[in-house]
């Protein structure tokens, strides 16, 4: 197996689904930018690069048509909560409290994955009210609490919302990818997951 190659749109980084092209545009996930990627689509004289947060987790949860390279109108959804050794001033409290306390927006070190699933909606209080109205055991409580963050992503990225007591509060997140379990292949349904 070549270490990087390309088949029905999509292309394969030492077996895993880095990216896609489009239109002699190569859109990749930033997780795999490397020189060796680089140096391969600068080979590619007529094609450019475009490099873009969860192209991998779209393409492997089925999100991206596998044989099209299209997205369809699926997202995913991660439900993000405070980990049980996290500081117990910043549990399930409001933003503006939250910046009191800690002085800063949310610590990704302070948060775990509970939940992934596919949604197609990205409105946060269906998505909060699916959890009020069907309580999931990997939730704390069951539920979306204050101090969570619901993630949305897509091709286009993530985009993290923080429950507050007045609604959402969209903040930045920078998480390291380990603090992602690894999906199954197929996210068809929703996948609970454990820590």
């Not at 390309?6 to 020189?35: E, P, R």
């Not at 610590?107 to 699916?130: F, G, H, M, Q, S």
């Not at 923080?162 to 999906?183: H, L, S």
């Amino acid at each position: 197996m070549q270490g990087i190659e390309v088949k029905s749109n999509l292309i394969y980084y030492y077996g895993n689904h880095a990216g896609y092209v489009n239109n002699n545009k190569a859109v990749i996930d930033t997780i795999f930018k490397s020189d060796e990627l680089i140096d391969w689509i600068a080979e590619k004289k007529d094609m450019e690069i475009e490099w873009r947060d969860g192209v991998f987790d779209s393409l492997s949860s089925g999100i991206m048509d596998i044989e099209t390279g299209e997205a369809d109108q699926f997202m995913n959804c991660r439900i993000w909560q405070l980990t049980p050794d996290a500081d117990p001033l910043i549990k399930y409290i409001g933003y503006d409290e939250l910046i009191r306390v800690q002085g800063c927006p949310p610590d990704p070190a302070d948060y775990r994955v509970a939940l992934c699933y596919r949604t197609d909606t990205d409105d946060l209080d269906e998505i909060c009210n699916k959890y009020d109205e069907n309580p999931n055991s990997d939730l704390v409580g069951g539920k979306v609490n204050l101090s969570d963050i619901i993630e949305i992503y897509g091709t286009e990225g993530s985009e993290f919302n923080y429950v507050d007591r007045k609604g959402f509060v969209e903040v930045e997140f920078e998480y390291r990818q380990e603090q992602i379990p690894v999906q199954p292949d197929t996210a068809s349904q929703e996948m609970n997951i454990q820590q």
